[in-house]
T-cell receptor, first 115, second 113 residues
Framework: DVKVTQSSRYLVKRTGEKVFLECVQD?????MFWYRQDPGLGLRLIYF???????EKGDIPEGYSVSREKKERFSLILESASTNQTSMYLC??????????????FGNGTRLTVT | KQEVTQIPAALSVPEGENLVLNCSFT??????LQWFRQDPGKGLTSLLL?????REQTSGRLNASLDKSSGRSTLYIAASQPGDSATYLC????????????FGAGTQVVVTP
């Protein structure tokens, strides 16, 4: 079974802090994604990556950056956390460079609270 | 822009009844459609993936159909159980938006014993 592991289930950070959310997958997947999920807004794509050191902006990249130095790891960085970034963050991965040909697998999520 | 709609937003059924969940999308130029399950406070679990060339997929009590021309997919869950209580989301890959899986808002299902 594919395993996508997010390093923290819950995080509480202060406004202005730099926050790192880590995601690791164990199936040699090329594609990795970061989403946030908010009530009433559903899932929104922040960033995705289809290869090491490659990144593409999603629908809501403002206030975030990402890093993919190794194929199995995709990090989401909040440079200066703000209260409107309080949310559930979900990491996902999929096999294959060609979009849509393989299912997307999600981690269990990180519930981030910024106070 | 692709829009994905799931109606109803919430559904409650007695145990044993069959569940029918609907998903509609506006742009039929899709690679595939995927159904997910989400338990409260957890991530999404992939249930079924239907490629654009397929009409249906089955896994155990789950069956998903796809009608690309009418922009619809239906997830059937036979003989529902309380453990099926969760939110079910559908998502589509559209051919002109690489990497951007478009999600519906989900249908929250409660199966009562």
């Amino acid at each position: 079974d594919v395993k996508v592991t997010q390093s923290s289930r819950y995080l509480v950070k202060r406004t202005g802090e730099k926050v790192f959310l880590e995601c690791v997958q164990d199936m040699d997947h090329e594609n990795m994604f970061w989403y946030r999920q908010d009530p009433g807004l559903g899932l929104r794509l922040i960033y995705f990556s289809y290869d090491v050191k490659m990144k593409e902006k999603g629908d809501i990249p403002e206030g975030y950056s990402v890093s993919r130095e190794k194929k199995e790891r995709f990090s989401l960085i909040l440079e200066s956390a703000s209260t409107n970034q309080t949310s559930m963050y979900l990491c996902a991965s999929s096999l294959n460079h060609r979009q849509g040909m393989e299912p997307l697998h999600f981690g269990n999520g990180t519930r981030l609270t910024v106070t | 822009k692709q829009e994905v709609t799931q109606i109803p937003a919430a559904l409650s059924v007695p145990e044993g009844e069959n569940l029918v969940l609907n998903c509609s999308f506006t742009d039929s130029a899709i690679y595939n459609l995927q159904w997910f399950r989400q338990d409260p406070g957890k991530g999404l679990t992939s249930l079924l993936l239907i490629q654009s060339s397929q009409r249906e997929q089955t896994s155990g009590r789950l069956n998903a159909s796809l009608d690309k021309s009418s922009g619809r997919s239906t997830l059937y869950i036979a003989a529902s159980q309380p453990g099926d209580s969760a939110t079910y989301l559908c998502a589509v890959w559209t051919t002109d938006s690489w990497g951007k899986l478009q999600f519906g808002a989900g249908t929250q299902v409660v199966v009562t014993p």
